[in-house]
């Protein structure tokens, strides 16, 4: 999976922050739901546009950042 083909970065989207492509759901909100506990079905049945590829890819993003690298986002498309 590259997490790159389904993250996004668009200003006039949700301010600019890191969201699943083609939804106003930012990554982080998935992530802290997962910190607080929450399972993956209970994820996908508050945000049903979400897929569980989709939290598959927050994790392989948050991942990457906590390699400590610089980031490369994809423009909006």
Request: net charge negative.
């Amino acid at each position: 999976m590259n997490w790159q083909d389904r993250i996004q970065v668009d200003p006039t989207i949700c301010h600019g922050k890191v969201c699943i492509k083609g939804t106003r759901i930012p990554v982080a909100v998935i992530l802290d739901n997962l910190a607080a506990g929450e399972t993956i079905p209970t994820i996908l049945r508050s945000y049903p546009t979400l897929q569980s590829v989709d939290i598959q890819t927050a994790l392989a993003y948050a991942a990457e950042l906590a390699r400590e690298r610089i980031v490369v986002l994809p423009d909006a498309a």
